[in-house]
Nanobody
Framework: VQLQASGGGFVQPGGSLRLACAAS????????IGWFRQAPGKGREGVSC????????YYADSVKGRFSISSDDAKNTVYLQMNNLKPEDTAVYYC???????????????????WGKGTLVTVSS
């Protein structure tokens, strides 16, 4: 079982990035995929998540209207489209998987089953 996050980079405020979380060894039909981030000196926070079955999506208040999560079943990959990025979005972003359903809103993902290595997003002028 493996999760591979990619797509991070350096972008100016107002810019966009698309993160990808490629899953191998399991199907997105059975696992929810969440994106979490950890900024320097801060705790981990949930950003967005998509359920396995109904594909219901969830967003942290801080990213609503700017970020969009989606899944590509053929590629077994979940994407996080990040628009209108702000300096406070700077963090290492991780994807993680949990059986069936996303964790409750506000969760830091302590009970997620699998984690990928992070990808760094830096938003700065």
């Amino acid at each position: 079982v493996q999760l591979q996050a990619s797509g991070g980079g350096f972008v100016q405020p107002g810019g966009s990035l698309r993160l990808a979380c490629a899953a191998s060894g399991f199907s997105l039909d059975y696992y929810a995929i969440g994106w979490f981030r950890q900024a320097p000196g801060k705790g981990r926070e949930g950003v967005s998540c998509i359920n396995s079955n109904d594909r219901k999506t969830y967003y942290a208040d801080s990213v609503k209207g700017r970020f969009s999560i989606s899944s590509d079943d053929a590629k077994n990959t979940v994407y996080l489209q990040m628009n209108n990025l702000k300096p406070e979005d700077t963090a290492v972003y991780y994807c993680a998987a949990e059986r069936w359903l996303c964790p409750p809103p506000g969760s830091a993902g302590d009970k997620m089953d699998y984690w990928g290595k992070g990808t760094l997003v830096t938003v700065s002028s």
